[in-house]
């Protein structure tokens, strides 16, 4: 059951791959303890262009690429992002509106999805919310999200803006 | 029947894994589209790409995907998607090995040493790498002209995931062993999930850590299913869709789904969900 939905109100960006989410979020000791899970949701992400890694942070805007990933840090979890790359087809070919070939001798008609549709990501952070309701007195007040660019070669990754093209991001609780 | 197994149990009795990669070194030599370069190349480039990603596809798409490659890998595969009697029969019973990625021994190692390995016995390991754009091949060839290469190699964004070499070959890059998924992870998505909307997006996103935590080839779409450890990976995934469709969370895609052709396979989605139909299963030893 979903107990809560928090969602953007305001964004900055202070240094490159570094982007800072106003997201409040605050509950009672008691009905905290009564949630079961919590998830931060991205929506409509595009996989379009380079695959990249996502770290999450709770209430540190001091957080960059290079900040461990320790509970002292407010570090909530991390995703990668699979990108497809460049589009190598022709034009219109990674678009996600255009249609997916099929043989014609394909048996039946295939109904797939574009493989670049945009799609959503889950990070679930139950034990990151929980240290930081129990550590401030008024909760969770910013996300920190710190992007990286996941080149096929670990010399050639860095931090990068732009990387994150999504929607929505909601923090969604469970009782 | 095929039994898959984890690599690490084949690595324990050798006699298996020296049949494994026997069977991938004769799938990499067939050309036609029973062949490890059509299979690889249908996953990303040469266009189209047809897997689908972020989609409730995911799962369903990929178990077809490693179904027919099975068939292939035990000469078993005949013409528009049949199945016939092996051609060799050494190979009649090889099963995909799923690399448990989350196991103490890989967050140890890293990538398993059967993969990682260059040579064995003083020949290439079939498992090691892939050439891309063989010239032996044809149907490769063709569409790995040398024009895409040479795009790949001077894009930025593939940098790295080819080597510089002629015909090029898939690489790897890995991360810390002890950045792998964990236990915790895998136990967290298996117990928590209850829809297979949720379920299909964390496992996918498991997924996506390690194509990431391997790097080179596998870091990126169109070339992923070249590198070998590229189809153990997936064997992995669709063990946990396996375990997960046998637990009380368990729930089937979503009705309107069910009837959708796995294109270019002719299975649908309904048709993938009993893995025993499918005439497989999942055991992490066995003896015979």
């Known amino acids: 059951m979903i107990g809560y939905d928090s969602t953007i109100s305001e964004k900055s960006s202070p240094a490159e791959g570094v982007e800072h989410i106003a997201m409040k979020f605050d509950l009672d000791i008691e009905d905290w303890e009564t949630i079961t899970r919590a998830d931060l949701v991205f929506e409509d992400l595009s996989t379009v262009g380079s695959s990249y890694g996502l770290r999450v942070f709770f209430n540190n805007k001091k957080a960059a690429a290079g900040t461990k990933r320790t509970a002292k840090n407010g570090y909530a979890g991390r995703l990668t992002i699979f990108g497809h790359g460049e589009c190598l087809g022709s034009e219109g070919h990674c678009s996600s509106a255009s249609k997916v070939h099929v043989p014609q001798d394909t048996p039946a008609m295939p109904v797939l999805q574009h493989p670049t549709a945009p799609m959503k990501r889950i990070l679930t952070v139950t034990p990151a919310l929980d240290r930081v309701m129990r550590r401030y007195t008024k909760g969770l007040h910013t996300v920190t999200l710190v992007t990286v660019l996941h080149a096929p070669l670990r010399k050639n990754r860095k931090p990068m803006s732009g990387l994150l093209r999504c929607r929505r991001v909601s923090l969604r609780t469970y009782s | ?288």
């Open chain 2, 1 to 288: 029947m095929a039994i898959r197994l984890s690599i690490r149990s084949l690595e324990q009795n050798g006699a298996s894994i020296d049949v494994l990669r026997a069977a991938y070194a004769n799938l990499k030599s067939v050309s036609d589209e029973r062949g490890f370069d059509w299979f690889a190349a249908t996953h990303g480039a040469p266009t189209p790409i047809w897997c689908p990603h972020g989609s409730p596809l995911f799962l369903p798409w990929h178990r077809a995907f490693l179904y027919y490659f099975e068939l292939a890998l035990q000469t078993r595969l005949g013409a528009r998607f049949t199945q016939v009697a092996p051609e060799r029969t050494e190979f009649a019973d090889v099963g995909l090995p799923w690399w448990d990625w989350a196991s103490d021994h890989s967050h140890t190692v890293g990538l398993p040493e059967s993969y990682a390995v260059a040579n064995v016995g003083g020949q290439p390991n079939p498992l090691a790498n892939s050439e891309i754009g063989n010239p032996s091949s044809p149907l490769v060839s063709g569409v790995w002209s040398d024009g895409l290469i040479s795009f790949i190699r001077t894009n930025p964004d593939f940098e790295g995931v080819i080597t510089d070499v002629d015909p090029p070959t898939t690489r790897r890059d890995p991360d810390d062993a002890d950045d792998l998924p964990r236990q915790s992870t895998i136990r967290n998505v298996l117990m928590r999930m209850e829809t297979f909307a949720d379920f299909t997006t964390s496992v996918e996103q498991i997924h996506d850590d390690v194509h990431g935590w391997v790097g080179g080839s596998m870091s990126s779409v169109p070339t992923s299913a070249y590198d070998p450890i590229f189809w153990s990976h997936h064997c992995m995934i669709d063990r946990l869709w396996h375990i997960w469709q046998n637990s009380s969370n368990a729930m089937d895609p979503p009705p309107d789904l069910m009837d959708t052709v796995l294109a270019p396979f002719p299975l649908t989605v309904a048709q993938v969900l009993d893995i025993d139909r499918m005439g497989y299963e999942y055991a992490v030893a066995a003896v015979a």
